[in-house]
């Protein structure tokens, strides 16, 4: 964290502060480690494929639409930032809507509220495309998300412009631009409700930031992986070489 001016003392603060909800440490000595918990590390994975994998999903035009019979109070709030979080529309109150899920999906993702039993799953083809458009219009905020994917665009279109005329970053201003540039994309990206792109207007940024993403973070991965290496140990030794996983983020990462 050096490179982002955030001090010894702030990381531990913060590490402190998440080792019971996000992290789990071992002891060796004077020194601690850190790993993701078994329920952060879940979320991950699934935040992981979203913002690195591919960005063309197929569509068959159906609906999978989501009624909770019973929609108690106390836990209305907690369905509708799970449902939300996993990129469904709340079209109108208490039922939401998603053109990508399939029924055994969507009873996984519910499981943990405790309302499986108490949802109706259906999936429906509306009649028309004008249907389809009043759907998405009142389902999402795509407006908004689109403003956010041009302000990324904005922000990073001169460093993928001087990259590819050939600039080669120092490891450790790779690892900040690697950083820096996921940081970013994901805060717009982990909101977008990934939707086909027959649903999509004419004018989203969404693919063109996608594409901007994907080819900054190619060109910094090596000397970033380089810099994390040098900095960064485990308990019983150095950190190992990038996972096969890692090498397969934005469809397959060059191996040097």
């Known amino acids: 964290m050096e490179p982002f001016g955030v001090t010894d003392r702030l990381v531990r603060t913060t590490v402190g502060r998440q080792a019971h909800s996000w992290l789990v440490s071992s002891r060796q000595g004077r020194f601690s480690q850190y790993a993701l918990s078994p329920s952060a590390l879940a979320l991950y994975a699934v935040n992981t494929e979203r913002i690195y994998g591919a960005e063309t999903i197929k569509w068959n035009g159906q609906w999978t639409l989501v009624m909770f019979q019973e929609f108690p109070g106390d836990l209305r709030q907690r369905v509708r930032d799970d449902m939300n979080g996993a990129g469904f529309g ?10 990508n899920y399939s029924p055994a999906a969507v009873r996984d993702l519910i499981a943990p509220i405790g309302l499986a039993d108490k ?19 009142s389902g999402w905020d795509l ?35 690697r950083t820096l540039l996921i940081h970013e994309y994901r ?28 080819s900054v973070y190619i060109s910094v991965f090596p000397r970033a992986e380089e810099h994390l290496i040098s900095v960064a140990t485990r308990l ?15 469809g397959g990462l060059p191996r040097t």
């Not at 709340?90 to 053109?99: A, C, N, Q």
């Not at 019983?236 to 934005?250: I, Q, V």
């Open 119 to 137: 949802a109706t799953i259906l999936q429906t083809k509306p009649c028309d495309s004008e249907t389809n458009a009043d759907i998405v219009r």
């Open 143 to 177: 407006a908004d998300l689109n403003v956010r994917y041009r302000r990324f665009i904005q922000q990073f279109q001169s460093v993928a412009d001087v990259l590819a005329d050939g600039a080669d970053p120092s490891p450790e201003s790779a690892f900040v631009l």
């Open 90 to 99: 709340e079209t109108v109150p208490g039922v939401f809507m998603h053109p």
């Open 187 to 214: 805060r717009i990206h982990l909101r977008d409700p990934m939707l086909p792109v027959a649903l999509l207007p004419d004018n989203w940024a969404g693919i063109a930031a996608h594409e901007l993403c994907q």
């Open 236 to 250: 019983d030794g150095p950190l190992p070489e990038a996972s096969s996983e890692t090498y397969a983020r934005f």
